[in-house]
C-alpha cells in the first residue's frame, strides 16, 4: 500500500522566524505532523479507506483515522500558507474584493478571525472558507469573477471545513503545540503575529481549487 509522506515544507525552518521560530517548526512540523502520518498510515493497513485520497479519508473515516486524517490535511495547508515576514502584507485582486465584500474591511476581516482564534475554546483550528457555488449576486463588484460568501468558522480538534461542504481558504493552528515554546500562554499574541508570514497567494489560489 502507498503510504502517506510528510511534507516537505516551501521555505527553510527559521525562515518565518521571529514569528514562528525554528523550534517550534522543528517539533511541529518534524514531530506532531510525523506522528499524524504514521498514525494513519498503520490504521489504514488492512483498512477499506487504503488508498484513498487524503481529503476521502478525512471525509469517510471515523474516531481516530478520521482525527489523523484530519489533522494532516489541517496542517499541510497550515504550513503551505506561509513565506518570510512582510512589511505590508495584505491580500490582493478577488480575495481582497471579496474580504471587503463579506467583512467590511481587511482590518476587521482580521480582528474578527484572531477573536475567533483566541476565544476558541480548547484545541482546534480557526479557518477561512467560501461557500463552494458563488451565486449570481456574490459576482465581485469590479467584474473580475464570482466569489462565494466568505465564512470564519471554529473547528474543534482535528475537524476540516471541508467537513460542512466548505472551500477552506486560511487556517490558524490554535493548539498549543503551535505556539507554546514561542509564546506560552500568550495564543492572542501568536495569532497577532501570524499575519506578518502568510502567503495571500497561496490563499487566493485555493479559491480556484
Ligand atoms: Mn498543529
Known amino acids: 500500500?502507498?503510504?502517506?509522506?510528510?511534507?516537505?515544507?516551501?521555505?527553510?525552518?527559521?525562515?518565518?522566524?521571529?514569528?514562528?521560530?525554528?523550534?517550534?517548526?522543528a517539533f511541529h512540523h518534524g514531530k506532531h505532523l510525523a506522528g499524524y502520518m504514521n498514525n494513519l498510515n498503520a490504521m489504514l493497513e488492512g483498512s477499506p479507506l487504503a488508498g484513498l485520497p487524503l481529503e476521502e479519508v478525512a471525509l469517510k473515516a471515523e474516531g481516530g483515522m478520521q482525527n489523523n486524517a484530519g489533522q494532516i490535511l489541517n496542517h499541510e495547508m497550515y504550513f503551505e500558507q506561509f513565506c518570510v515576514s512582510k512589511a505590508e502584507n495584505k491580500p490582493a485582486g478577488q480575495l481582497a474584493e471579496a474580504i471587503e465584500r463579506d467583512f467590511v474591511?481587511?482590518?476587521?476581516?482580521?480582528?474578527?478571525?484572531?477573536?475567533?482564534?483566541?476565544?476558541?475554546?480548547?484545541?482546534g483550528w480557526v479557518w477561512l472558507s467560501a461557500t463552494p457555488t458563488p451565486q449570481s449576486d456574490e459576482q465581485l463588484p469590479s467584474g473580475r469573477g464570482a466569489v462565494g460568501k466568505l465564512?470564519?468558522?471554529?473547528?474543534?480538534?482535528?475537524?476540516?471545513?471541508?467537513?460542512?461542504?466548505?472551500?477552506?481558504?486560511?487556517?490558524?493552528?490554535?493548539?498549543?503545540?503551535?505556539?507554546?515554546?514561542?509564546?506560552?500562554?500568550?495564543?492572542?499574541d501568536h495569532l497577532a503575529a501570524l499575519w506578518q508570514i502568510i502567503d495571500w497567494e497561496v490563499i487566493e489560489s485555493r479559491l480556484s481549487k
Not at 503510504?3 to 517548526?25: C, G, H, N
Not at 482590518?107 to 475567533?116: V, Y
Not at 474543534?156 to 493548539?175: E, Y
Request: hydrophobic share 40%; net charge negative; aromatic share 14%.
Open 105 to 123: 474591511s481587511f482590518e476587521a476581516f482580521k480582528e474578527e478571525f484572531q477573536k475567533k482564534g483566541a476565544t476558541l475554546f480548547g484545541s
Open 151 to 188: 465564512v470564519i468558522t471554529q473547528e474543534a480538534n482535528a475537524a476540516n471545513p471541508i467537513q460542512k461542504g466548505l472551500k477552506p481558504l486560511l487556517t490558524f493552528d490554535v493548539w498549543e503545540h503551535a505556539y507554546y515554546l514561542d509564546y506560552q500562554n500568550r495564543r492572542a
Open 1 to 25: 500500500m502507498k503510504k502517506f509522506e510528510l511534507m516537505a515544507l516551501p521555505y527553510a525552518p527559521d525562515a518565518l522566524e521571529p514569528v514562528i521560530s525554528k523550534e517550534t517548526i
